[in-house]
Nanobody, 122 residues
Framework: VQLVESGGGSLQAGGSLRLSCVASGYASSALCMGWFRQAPGKEREGVASIGRYGTTRYADSVKGRFTISKDSAANTLYLQMNSLNPEDTAIYYC?????????????????WGQGTQVTVSS
């Protein structure tokens, strides 16, 4: 499974971004997929995940602001991020696991993208 993220960028607090992750080598409909992020000097943390049949999970810090979704026909995972604040600044990674559902734990994922930078200024 290969994962390629896009959509990162720099913006001011309060703005929105949509990240995309295209999966190849395996049908995304059969994967549990998720978004993780890593800020400088911090551990990689789970942001959101979506199971094979659409079950979603979110970190408390992003609930109500971020929405994870996937387009199985396009083999693409999305993360819509609204009301961004400087604490959201990080490299965002797409990850996948060949499972029905997956915990938002970095060590539990099987495949990773290269990451895309999101920088939010105040």
């Amino acid at each position: 499974v290969q994962l390629v993220e896009s959509g990162g960028g720099s913006l001011q607090a309060g703005g929105s971004l949509r990240l995309s992750c295209v999966a190849s080598g395996y049908a995304s409909s059969a994967l549990c997929m998720g978004w993780f992020r890593q800020a400088p000097g911090k551990e990689r943390e789970g942001v959101a995940s979506i199971g094979r049949y659409g079950t979603t999970r979110y970190a408390d810090s992003v609930k109500g602001r971020f929405t994870i979704s996937k387009d199985s026909a396009a083999n693409t995972l999305y993360l819509q991020m609204n009301s961004l604040n400087p604490e959201d600044t990080a490299i965002y990674y797409c990850a996948a696991k060949m499972a029905l559902n997956c915990a938002m734990v970095a060590g539990a994922m099987d495949y990773w993208g290269q990451g895309t930078q999101v920088t939010v200024s105040s």
